[in-house]
């Protein structure tokens, strides 16, 4: 195939690894399996972390209305989110459209996780000149739970891994 690989590695563990990226759903696997082989970088393990991190974010609009009929089954409360039914009826009685607020939601769903993996990028992040020695990292964990590898320039991938596939631009409008 024309491929070359490191000492140690062979050709059936590029194919394996290639089909497990293929299996998870990754674009590119070949060109990932030999990232991961020839220079170490966890690409399947940072390609599943970031799925499973935008399986979080809303794919379609169609959570309003699960959300508006959940929150008037439950009732009103006073909990952790029970702002999110009536600022939702609120929107949509001034209105706005469920595509609108589903854009608008999941765009500050995409900041959130971006900001999250700029995080545990960066060092010296804090304000505080004495508290920039605080750092934090996402760590590949062996069946032990010993760290082998950390997930650095995670940030570098989010939008690569946007499940739409269209790095967070606006839906193609409908003429």
């Not at 563990?13 to 299996?23: F, G, I, Q, S, V």
């Not at 674009?27 to 399996?33: I, L, T």
């Not at 940072?46 to 439950?74: C, D, N």
């Not at 900001?115 to 505080?128: F, I, P, S």
Request: hydrophobic share 40%; net charge negative; glycine share 10%.
């Amino acid at each position: 195939m024309g491929m070359r690989l490191p000492k140690g590695y062979t050709e059936e563990a590029m194919a394996k690894l290639t089909e497990l990226l293929r299996l998870a759903g990754a674009s590119g696997p070949e060109s990932r399996a030999r990232s991961q082989l020839q220079e170490g970088i966890p690409q399947l393990a940072r390609f599943v972390f970031l799925r499973e991190a935008w399986s979080a974010v809303e794919s379609s609009p169609h959570w309003i209305g699960r959300t508006l009929a959940f929150l008037k089954r439950r009732g009103a409360g006073d909990g952790p989110g029970d702002g999110l039914a009536p600022a939702l009826a609120r929107v949509i009685a001034a209105g706005a459209s469920p595509e609108d607020i589903h854009e608008i939601v999941r765009v500050k769903q995409w900041e959130m996780l971006d900001a999250m993996c700029n995080l545990l990028d960066r060092t010296g992040v804090v304000a505080e000149p004495e508290l920039q020695h605080l750092n934090w990292a996402l760590l590949l964990l062996d069946d032990e739970g010993e760290p082998i590898a950390n997930f650095g320039s995670l940030h570098e991938s989010v939008l690569e891994t946007d499940p739409e596939g269209r790095e967070m631009r606006p839906a193609p409008v409908d003429d």
